[in-house]
């Protein structure tokens, strides 16, 4: 299929032939009719893509910060390989379409194949010939509304919520600042609720078509005269900030027009530097406007499918997009209107190079061919499948990690040949085949097992571990599986079933068992008569509530990261958890202190905290055992106390995932054990269960 793409790195636009997406269960797959392209919001995307590395550093200080901690933390290196991971990666362009359902998740009600659907959301509804979207952000076309009205879905939400902000009321003087897309959109809206409106734009051709849209008045000049002398001295009731300005003369402006304790709400992305004097002297009431409505930037609404009850919240992003497409139909809004410009998907560059090029335009449209009985292709070789020479190997999952890690190490390692990648949008697949030479890209995970496959690298989301590696066991694959391995009980019972009797290698990204310095902490703990009592504190910093390791998908951060941590213990200690205890700071669930039983009588106690200081060094490792006390400093500094003499070690930083990764090919190519045993795989992944159970029920839990 046909989508729009450009790259962050460069700026470059095009569009790109890439596999169909990967739908999920609460998805629906859509063959797109007609998409809009906002030119406000997408031509910043465009000049941020195009600006100098300086330039996108000036746009984005908070990363900047980010950037220097993970530096002082994790070293050069990796860090310079994940930034450049991250601007590699295309963007998605697009977000506001009409289209036809051709596939139905499972979780979905309500809709079928065949229904003409409109939808929204930024890198979901995108200038794409089909597209996978969440239930939440479709909704149903009226009968009688065509494509074209239809496709204005997401601008017409974004507006009518910024309307419902400012509560007009019958005869009320509402003034719009800006008449682009959505403020001709909010002009029609608040005309349709009663309002005497008042549009404001320096462009004279978008004040002309405001008067002609239903604007009582609309000026490029001369704002306070023309509203003081249209409400009698008293200044506007309510003022729409819908422009688009790095300037915060727009919202200076708007409370110099504004009347005693009157509204204004900003919609648009201007400056916010306040002049204080005008605000507080009229008591002024300012709200910033989210987007489409309640329920943007919530994952549990877009991405999970929880609705929010109606009795309680009116008016969801979907509602308002259902809302906005009822007032279309019935003809008090005209989005056609604002059309002047059409293009074919094919021909998008030129409609991007007329947006750049500063020609005239209000909304440009893409049309979509008829995908009706065409085939939905999830998968295209690129080239011919490689020689069985050397290892093929296969990616399902190429996100930061993979591409910033996985792919530099095995770049390491002589006689690989990179085959199938999978990931689950077109556009990701496409870039990752282009620029790391997979001979086939897809969206389908059962690609990546094909004949042409010796070795699966599994990096996709959290929940998905388990069930791919059991696929590719039973193919007869070797798997590296990102940790962690499963999620649940079932989960690895399945992995343990496919992994016992299959004749490939399993292992999972338990790295820091193959760090230098870790391997040497262990050397000099041995030999030892009796049980070591071990300690590792790791300093984890703190990740938003709604990402993705603290959804469903992601399990949370118990599952999802303290199994590193049981993993280096039971490296240390050479014997199996058996049982384990935890609690967690009150409020904090990812801050968790766990204790855990070893069968030869070693202890390890974990302390795992978002709480601290990010800029501070991540992890800690402390081991006493006879008469010897070990310390470990971040992995780059290892202190040994032994018989009143104490010795230190010093290296670059090294988690041992590149130790890891040669491992695991030596061991598939000679036939020799996996670098690290099933049991081992196994029982830290039950101890990590049982961690997580230890915090639900406050008592020790043994493994079973």
Known sequence: MKQVEQSYRTGKLTVAEVPAPRMSEGSLLVASRVSLISSGTERQLIELAKASLAGKVMARPDLVRQVIRNLRRDGVKPTVNKIFAKLDTPIPLGYSLAGEVIEVGRRVNGLAVGDRVACAGAGLANH??????????????????????????????????????????????????????????????????????????PDHSRVKLAGELGADISVSDGLQEVVTGRTAGHGADSVIVTASSKSSEAINLAAEVSRLRGRIVVVGMVGMTIDREPFYKRELELKLSLSYGPGRHDPAYELDGHDYPLPYVRWTEQRNMEAFLALVATGKVTPKRLITHRFAIDAAEQAYSLMERGEPHVAILLTYPEKAGRPIEREIRTSPPPRSNGTRVS??????????????????VSGVTLTTVVTSTG??????????????????????????????????????????????????????CEKPLALDADGLADVIAAAEPAPGLLTVGF????????????AALEPRSGPL??????????????????????????????CHFVDALTFLSGSLPV????????????????????????????????????????????????????????????????????????????????????????????????????????????ATFAIEEALRVGQPVELT
């Open 533 to 562: 009592i071990m300690l590792y504190r790791i300093n984890a910093g703190r990740i938003p509530e709604g990402h993705w390791v603290q959804r469903e998908e992601g399990g949370g951060r118990v599952l999802g990261e303290l």
């Open 128 to 201: 794409a010939e089909l597209n996978a979207v969440p239930k939440n952000l479709t909704v149903r076309i009226p009968a009688g509304l065509d494509d074209e009205d239809a496709s204005f879905v997401t601008l017409g939400a974004i507006a009518l919520h910024g309307v419902r902000l400012a509560v007009p009321t019958l005869g009320e003087t509402v003034v719009v600042m800006g008449l682009g897309l959505i403020g001709l959109l909010t002009v029609q809206l608040l005309k349709a609720s009663g309002c005497r409106v008042i549009g404001f734009d």
């Open 427 to 480: 556009i990701s697949a496409g870039h990752a085949g282009q620029k790391y030479g997979f001979s086939n890209i897809a969206t389908d995970p059962v690609a990546a097992l094909g004949e042409d496959t010796d070795l699966v690298f599994i990096a996709t989301r959290h929940d998905t571990h388990a069930r791919l590696a059991a696929d590719a066991l039973r193919a007869g694959k070797h798997v590296f």
């Open 395 to 412: 990616f399902i999952g190429l996100g930061s990690y993979a591409k910033g890690v996985l792919l530099p190490a095995l770049h390491n």
């Open 579 to 686: 049982e384990a205890h935890a609690i967690a700071a009150r409020h904090h669930s990812d801050a968790v202190s766990a204790l855990i039983r070893f069968a030869d009588g070693s202890t390890g106690t974990i302390v795992y905290s978002s709480l601290g200081e990010p800029s501070a060094p991540k992890e800690y490792i402390e081991v006493l055992a006879d008469s010897r006390v070990v310390r470990l400093d971040d992995f780059r500094r290892l202190t040994v106390t032994a018989h009143g003499k104490t010795s230190t070690s010093k290296a670059t930083h090294d988690k041992g995932q590149s130790a890891l990764v040669a491992a695991f090919l030596a061991a598939t190519r000679h036939a020799t054990p996996a670098p690290i045993p099933l049991a081992d795989l196994v029982a830290v992944t039950k």
């Open 511 to 522: 790295n820091r068992r193959f760090a230098p310095l870790l391997r040497r902490a262990k």
